[in-house]
């Protein structure tokens, strides 16, 4: 109630008032006129608290009711008030009904879950796909619906690494998902959870066909690469000619060995078990080929921790190494250096190559680990090459669980990194060897 209109009823109720008490002064009872008057207007005023009382308890199935002056302006504000909000609610429920509806449509399954894990929503994908039930599974555990340690140990480590997780569906094992975890309100996570079984077929159509191509091709080309020898020998007149037939055919038997290697550690196919991998030692037998390969035209440093040690499969690590080593041979110019270091960082071990060559332009480096990339083929066809170096080592990285990081600078030369977590290195001192032997 506005102060004009406590204003308005107040004179109101004084003139009144002052009425009253002067019939009783002309009647010669103003003090009984007076508490009489008191009287019915306290009992007017307990009677229309009663009925707005009465109304509070009963509005869903009554009218508000009437009244005169100040009492008829409050059963007005009340009810000014009550169509407001009936018109708010009315416009959240539209709200809600429409999120309700576009949540429903969406082709990706959705669910709330706070920071226990616990669902709280879920809309109706979820509930087709995922076979949810609503209301039985809210506040249940996500764990407990989308098993497997794979999924727990992934939500686990979201708040500190986003990362994607792919994993099949609980209902169909034919069924795959890609999930994501979105940040949502202060403590409540969105997990958005979509088919991806489409792209993960085809995925697998590629890398077989690869596989039985490359497995198809391998016999052929060693017959091929048996009579070239032959040739080579008998035929002095056309020896260079087999020379390079030869040298096309070693190049293709090296692009078949590359996509072979590609296609098992895209299909998760791991041979032999992790072991404890000297890398010392392991740099050490890839600096006789490096050498070999470099003829001492560069200068190859090396800086090595003997006593540091990563555990994983020896033959994917040496095949990665390999692989940045010979591209840092390959792409520096005769004159150049080529640093090797192994050490220990903060992220925990770090195996890094460094170049002085001709270095990699800024927009080419997101795309140098795809299959085939080539910054330029004028640097290509100089170097020879399968495209499927980079590719390589960012696979063996992966299954690892290290990281690839690459720095590059024109004419200056470049840098690629491989940093391992520290819940794959450990310090086995030769000093202590030493002593036990």
């Known amino acids: 109630m506005t102060t004009q209109g406590a204003r308005y009823h107040g004179v109101k109720l004084a003139i009144g008032g002052l009425l009253l008490i002067g019939a009783g002064w002309l009647l010669g009872y103003p003090l009984i006129t007076a508490l009489v008057a008191l009287a019915a207007y306290g009992a007017w005023n307990l009677i229309n608290i009663y009925r707005l009382r009465w109304w509070l308890q009963h509005k869903p199935d009554s009218e508000l009711p009437q009244s005169l002056g100040m009492w008829a302006e409050i059963f007005n504000r009340i009810s000014t008030l009550e169509r407001t909000n009936s018109e708010q609610e009315e416009q959240h429920r539209k709200v809600i009904r429409n999120f309700q509806s576009l949540t429903d449509a969406l082709p990706d399954a959705t669910l709330v879950i706070d920071e226990h894990g616990t669902i709280k929503w879920f809309n109706n994908t979820a509930r087709k796909i995922l076979g949810l039930r609503n209301p039985e599974d809210l506040g249940q555990s996500v764990t407990n619906l989308l098993r497997g340690p794979d999924f727990a ?224 083929l004028d640097r290509a066809r100089a170097t020879g090459g399968t495209g499927l170096g980079l590719a390589i080592v960012k696979h063996v990285l992966n299954a690892h669980q290290a990281k690839l990081r690459i720095t590059s600078e024109l004419g200056e030369g470049s840098k690629f990194r491989c940093i391992f977590p520290e819940s794959k290195i450990f310090y086995q001192s030769t000093q202590k060897e030493a002593a036990s032997s």
Not at 155 to 161: G, H, I, K, R, W
Not at 186 to 202: A, F, K, P, S, Y
Not at 268 to 285: K, Y
């Open 153 to 376: 140990n992934w939500l686990a480590v979201q708040d500190e690494v986003k990362s994607k997780l792919k994993m099949t569906s609980p209902t169909d094992e034919n069924t795959w998902f890609s999930i994501v975890a979105v940040d949502y309100l202060e403590d409540q996570r969105l997990l958005i959870l979509q088919d991806v079984t489409d792209v993960h077929n085809m995925n697998q159509v590629r890398r077989d066909f690869v596989a039985n191509i490359s497995h198809e091709m391998r016999t052929p080309l060693t017959v091929l690469f048996g009579y070239l020898e032959m040739l080579q020998e008998s035929d002095d007149e056309n020896s260079e000619v087999v020379k390079k037939m030869r040298t096309q055919a070693q190049q293709m038997h090296e692009l078949l060995s590359d996509l072979l290697e590609l296609s098992r550690l895209q299909s998760d196919q791991i041979i032999g078990e992790e072991e404890e991998i000297n890398v010392a030692a392991l740099v050490s037998q890839l600096l006789e080929q490096i050498e070999e390969i470099s003829r001492g035209n560069h200068e190859i440093e090396f800086k090595i921790d003997p006593d540091l040690y990563i555990r994983g499969i020896s033959t994917d690590i040496e095949s990665a190494f390999r692989n940045l080593l010979v591209n840092a041979i390959s792409y520096t110019p005769a004159g150049g250096k080529v640093s090797v270091c192994w050490c220990a960082t903060d992220e925990g071990a770090e195996f890094s190559v460094a170049d002085t060559g001709i270095g990699i332009p800024a927009r080419d480096i997101p795309r140098l680990t795809e299959r085939f990339y080539r910054v330029a």
